[in-house]
């Protein structure tokens, strides 16, 4: 049994570094009309060293060849799944944070095909970082953000107004890709130890203190695994 899942019998079990990277695009749309169990733990794994040394990034739709408990393997996948809220005229800039939403259909892990994340309130990330041998080394994601969304007349707004929490099916708060913000142009979103499989569900949240002109504004989040 894996360590990190409360209840796992809820879980079915059934060359150089090769990167992957998955996108996320980061949409925002603000339309304004004129009218008793033992404590859950986050699910981070152990995985067996092996070569060749792999790191596997995936944020949203992803691609595997079956599932890395059974033998499967990581493939490209070019997806880029959209966060989006519609914003009503009337609640535009009152300070009450806006739920948003993901297109996004990912809700199984590729690790063992538990179902983790709930659509389309939440977006699944996670990955591996496998080496050929035994270490301490940590891999990290970081989030390369534009400093504004915009519209097609150039109005902005600041990307620091998009948050998320974190979570999964069974797990508790501490993740390895915990709740956070984008508060700069360059933001750690979390890591994955050496050898190890990790992923969270982030479930995002416009907060809605800005007064912004009517329109659709659009952004792009680069997310990035580096290892050392």
């Known amino acids: 049994m894996s360590p990190g899942r409360r209840d796992m019998e809820q879980r079915p079990r059934g060359c150089d570094a090769q990167p ?9 749309v603000c339309v304004a009309l004129l009218t008793s ?22 944020i949203g739709v992803g691609s595997f060849t079956g599932f890395y408990n059974a033998g499967g393997t990581p493939q490209n996948n070019a997806t880029i799944n959209r966060e989006s809220v519609a914003v009503a005229a009337a609640a ?3 300070g009450a944070a806006q739920a948003m939403t993901t297109d996004s259909t990912q809700t199984h892990s590729f690790y063992d095909n538990f179902v983790f994340c709930s659509v389309p309130a939440q977006l699944y990330i996670g990955g591996f970082y496998r080496t050929t041998g035994a270490g301490a080394g940590t891999a990290n994601v970081t989030a390369t953000v534009p400093v504004a969304l915009t519209d097609g007349a150039g109005d902005t707004i600041p990307f620091s107004q998009i948050s998320w929490t974190s979570s999964g099916n069974g797990d508790g708060a501490s993740q390895p890709f915990p709740a956070g913000s984008f508060t700069g142009t360059t933001v750690t979103v979390g890591s994955i130890a050496q050898n190890q499989w990790a992923e969270s569900c982030w479930t995002f949240s416009y907060k809605n203190t800005v007064l912004p002109p009517a329109g659709t504004y659009t952004g792009r989040v680069l997310y990035t695994l580096t290892v050392p």
């Open 20 to 28: 992957f990277a998955g996108g996320l695009a980061a949409r925002l």
């Open 37 to 58: 169990v033992e404590a859950a733990q986050a699910f981070t794994v152990a995985i067996t060293p092996a070569a060749p040394k792999t790191i596997f990034l995936q």
């Open 92 to 94: 535009v800039g009152n």
